[in-house]
């Protein structure tokens, strides 16, 4: 099950890494207006509208898996499994009645007691 939450964990990083990318390649809605007036530079890579459409269906891809790995990594995280209980689950609730209390520290002396003597 290990080898599992591994690599959901991988296809989540490297789909959130990569959903990164592609938000930040995409324009956003006032580009195209300063692109249909001439002040913008409206050739790119996938064309004039190709760009949109597959750089958005793509995102919304990676979003997806995305959502879908995290509930797949919440879904094994809360399996509980006898074998090995958790550090809080089997700390003592109350201290033993055989045990001495801990000592409290004096307060620091004040005013002329803290001058050093010559």
């Not at 002040?39 to 949109?52: E, I, R, V, Y």
């Not at 090995?84 to 045990?99: R, T």
Request: hydrophobic residues 50%; glycine residues 10%.
């Amino acid at each position: 099950m290990n080898v599992v939450v591994t690599m959901i964990l991988t296809v989540q990083m490297l789909s959130a890494v990569v959903m990164i990318g592609l938000i930040l390649v995409q324009h956003g809605k006032g580009a195209d207006m300063g692109a249909a007036f001439g002040s913008g530079s409206s050739g790119s890579l996938f064309g004039a509208s190709g760009s949109a459409n597959f750089l958005s269906r793509t995102t919304a891809i990676l979003a997806s898996v995305f959502f879908v790995c995290t509930l797949g990594l919440a879904y094994f995280g809360n399996l509980h499994t006898s074998a090995a209980p958790s550090v809080l689950e089997s700390a003592p609730l109350s201290v033993p009645a055989n045990s001495t209390p801990a000592p409290v520290p004096s307060a620091p002396a004040s005013g002329a007691a803290q001058i050093p003597a010559k």
